[in-house]
């Protein structure tokens, strides 16, 4: 247990800190930018995501479910980031070519040329960077990948504090500091992990490329929907709404990061120590024991969250007071997502990557449906529900697919608390003065985990379950 609990707070640190320095830049961005201006930086990271998952080609995942097997580790890295870091230099090429276009599509007009340029520059910097975090997060390095996180974090405040008393206070300050935080940043992690790049370690593996591929490509047709499923709330609101209701959307994800704190964390933690399980042939009730305690935890969180709200809206400024009413959606995101990776481990055990498809699919359809019904008249708190009820039906699709996969474990518990999590949500927008309210709440939260509660008590005293 002490081992397992030391991996897991070593992958901690980086997005605690991490998240506390974003938690600084949140006040004062706010404070002196506009929703307008913030909304139009909101696409800029939006679309750099997106881009990334399809560039990935999913053979990240392909990479970590490989890592184990392979023997040469630098020929494996070189091998898996090959094709993703070769197709971000065409997207360069592309933008470099019309870079107007990506203007438009960024920023609503054709005249941010320069922007639009760093755009192509940091989707290269982001494939290094994931490839390389990937690298030492499988070889269960914590408190470096923790320290290398913070780094990069701690070179965009720099940056953002620079841009924002020095230079400018408009939605290019967020977007330069941003860049220039993140390339910094990324150029350390490249010129310490340079021997991942020393050429006279490579040579082109044919049928490990095409086994990571084959792998990676219904993954990329899932995370692809994921991403959408993540996306298409801000991408409903930049076609029926305005840029006002996509910086308020933003800011209140802003603070919903407070939960993704543990979402990283453990998802960074959870996928190395998962796969090492396996191949140790794990008992399911070592499984069982960390899918609820992380539904605890995350729980916990979501209606501590509630309780403290107004406090929590305060620290923006007064132009983002309507981000209140969308914050217990948009907590469901984080949860949802942190305790399915729990109870979807079915689904990359078997290798049967392309039920991920299945599960985007069926998540996007009432997220779609939703967006189309709501955010027209709504703004960003249709967009909110529509995210949140989405969520669920992916919770229940990446859970059911699992089970049918072989990982199988009651998880009656799970749907009870994100029901009252999402009643909760619902109440929190059309009621005032929510206090008692809530606190009853985080009772019935509690009371519906007693067991879990009992059970990972009773699992630490009496070390029921050697974990490590």
Not at 79 to 102: E, G, H, K, M, R
Not at 412 to 429: D, E, P, R, T
Request: net charge positive; proline share 3%; hydrophobic share 55%.
């Amino acid at each position: 247990m002490n081992t397992f609990i030391k991996k897991l707070l070593g992958f901690s640190i980086g997005p605690v800190i991490g998240a506390f320095i974003s938690f600084i830049t949140i006040p004062i961005t706010t404070y002196f930018i506009s929703p307008i201006e913030f909304g139009k930086a909101s696409m800029f990271i939006l679309f750099q995501i997106i881009f990334g998952t399809f560039l990935y080609l999913g053979i990240d995942q392909a990479y970590t479910r490989e890592y184990h097997s392979g023997e040469n580790k630098i020929n494996l890295f070189q091998n898996a980031i090959s094709i993703p870091l070769f197709l971000s230099i065409i997207v360069l090429l592309a933008i470099l070519i019309c870079p107007q276009i990506t203007s438009k599509i960024l920023f609503d007009s054709p005249n941010y040329v320069v922007p639009s340029i760093f755009f192509g520059i940091m989707i290269i910097f982001m494939v290094l960077e994931r490839f390389i975090l990937l690298s030492i997060r499988m070889k269960e390095n914590a408190l470096e990948f923790s320290v290398l996180n913070i780094i990069v974090k701690l070179t965009i405040l720099i940056f953002t504090l620079i841009f924002i008393f020095y230079v400018r206070r408009d939605f290019l300050a967020i977007v330069y500091s941003t860049v220039f935080g993140q390339i910094l940043g990324d150029l350390y992690l490249i010129v310490r992990y340079k021997k991942l790049f020393y050429l006279r370690y490579f040579s082109i593996n044919k049928k490990l490329i095409k086994r990571m591929v084959l792998f990676g490509l219904p993954i990329l047709v899932a995370t692809s929907l994921s991403s959408l499923l993540n996306s298409l709330d801000r991408l409903s609101l930049r076609m029926w709404s305005d840029f006002y209701q996509i910086g308020i959307f933003t800011a209140t994800l802003k603070i919903a990061a407070v939960l993704s704190i543990v979402q990283t964390s453990f998802t960074s933690f959870w996928v190395p120590t998962a796969y090492r399980w396996y191949a140790e042939e794990k008992n399911i009730a070592y499984y069982k024991v960390v899918s609820d305690s992380i539904l605890l935890v995350m729980s916990v969180l979501a209606v501590g969250i509630l309780i403290f709200k107004d406090l929590i809206v305060s620290i923006l400024s007064s132009g983002y007071a309507d981000s209140r009413y969308l914050i217990g959606f948009l907590c469901l995101q984080p949860i949802i997502y942190t305790v399915s990776e729990t109870t979807c481990l079915g689904i990359v055990f078997s290798r049967k990557s392309y039920l991920s498809i299945f599960v985007g699919v069926i998540a996007i359809i009432p997220n779609t449906v939703l967006n189309i019904l709501l955010v027209p008249k709504y703004g960003a708190i249709g967009a909110a529900i529509a995210t949140s009820v989405s969520y669920v039906f992916f919770f229940a699709a990446r859970t059911y697919f699992s089970n049918k996969s072989g990982m199988k474990f009651a998880v009656s518990k799970h749907y009870m608390v994100l029901l009252v999590l999402l009643v909760s949500a619902f109440i929190n927008l059309v009621q005032t003065n929510m206090l008692l309210i809530n606190l009853l709440i985080l009772l019935v939260v509690l009371a519906i985990q007693y067991t879990s509660v009992n059970q990972i008590w009773r699992t630490y005293k009496g070390k029921r379950l050697m974990i490590k």
